[in-house]
């Protein structure tokens, strides 16, 4: 239920950060329901994460962390840094940007590669702080 009423708030306020850079930083001059519309599409993969995880969480019988990195290295500590950084990284939300930044790029006539890397650096920036901060409260 949660994520019915919590996605369109998402997608309102990630529209919106996006308009305030690319229109107010970057000079562009689209409309607000052309940046919502690409956010919008763009959540269309987190859809398919969403039911991809349920899934293979359903055939697996885990609930979590299917499409996430930290499937590639079970063999981590539970609590150390590199366990929690790799359990942030989702390998769908990684695509969900890439089709963003392209939505975006086409938008505002702008290479796709800058737009991708600035927002999967952003995304790891993130994790490398959720885990850290996961890992110090975790020991």
Same mark, same amino acid.
């Given at each position: 239920?949660? #994520?019915?009423? %919590? @996605?369109?708030? /998402?997608?309102?306020?990630?529209?919106?950060? =996006? &308009?305030?850079? $690319?229109? !107010?930083?970057?000079?562009?001059?689209?409309?607000?329901?052309?940046?919502?519309?690409?956010?919008?599409?763009?959540?269309?993969v987190w859809m398919l994460a969403g039911l991809l995880a349920f899934g293979i969480g359903y055939i697996t019988g885990r609930a979590s962390g #299917?499409?996430? %990195? @930290?499937?590639? /290295?079970?063999?981590?500590?539970?609590?150390? =840094? &590199?366990?929690? $950084?790799? !359990?942030?990284?989702?390998?769908?939300?990684?695509?969900?940007?890439?089709?963003?930044?392209?939505?975006?790029?086409?938008?505002?006539?702008?290479?796709?590669?800058?737009?991708?890397?600035?927002?999967?650096?952003?995304?790891?920036?993130?994790?490398?702080?959720?885990?850290?901060?996961?890992? /110090?409260?975790?020991?």
């Amino acid at each position: 239920m949660s #994520t019915l009423i %919590l @996605s369109p708030i /998402f997608a309102l306020v990630l529209a919106g950060v =996006f &308009l305030g850079v $690319f229109n !107010g930083l970057l000079g562009g001059n689209a409309r607000f329901k052309q940046v919502l519309a690409i956010v919008a599409h763009s959540g269309v993969v987190w859809m398919l994460a969403g039911l991809l995880a349920f899934g293979i969480g359903y055939i697996t019988g885990r609930a979590s962390g #299917t499409t996430r %990195l @930290s499937v590639f /290295f079970p063999m981590l500590d539970e609590k150390g =840094f &590199l366990s929690h $950084f790799f !359990g942030y990284v989702d390998l769908l939300w990684l695509w969900a940007f890439v089709n963003g930044a392209m939505g975006l790029a086409v938008l505002y006539k702008r290479r796709t590669g800058p737009i991708a890397t600035t927002l999967i650096a952003l995304y790891l920036a993130f994790g490398i702080l959720y885990a850290a901060v996961t890992s /110090f409260v975790a020991n």
